[in-house]
């Protein structure tokens, strides 16, 4: 099983319009997060990796499909802040990866 994070967009990429806001950074979200929420953002991935190795989620994750997002998930680090997800397949081993799209307050539902 592998994780990942999405890198940030460029402006411009993926068919982008001119003039769209562009996809926040790695440490634009981080300090979005604040530093309070680093020892449960900890805590919440390794609850999340447990999750993966025997399922399902713990409960306090919350994790579930995102409505209207088909192929996306989200789960809670705690009520102010949370993470979207989805799962790929690697071509190699089979293995599910877990691609972490964003992580912050409830904004980040905004463009998971």
Do not use: C
């Not at 994070?5 to 996809?23: D, Y």
């Not at 953002?41 to 609850?47: S, V």
Request: glycine letters at 10%.
């Amino acid at each position: 099983m592998k994780f990942q994070a999405v890198p940030p967009r460029r402006h411009g990429e993926h068919g982008e319009r001119a003039g769209t806001q562009r996809r926040e950074g790695a440490k634009a979200q981080r300090r979005a997060t604040g530093k309070g929420a680093n020892a449960e953002t900890r805590e919440a991935l390794q609850l999340f990796r447990q999750g993966t190795d025997s399922p399902p989620f713990h409960p306090s994750l919350r994790v579930r499909n995102m409505e209207g997002h088909a192929g996306v998930w989200e789960g809670h680090v705690t009520r102010q802040y949370v993470f979207t997800f989805h799962m790929e397949t690697d071509a190699d081993t089979g293995e599910p990866v877990y691609v972490f799209r964003s992580i912050g307050t409830h904004e980040a539902y905004r463009r998971p």
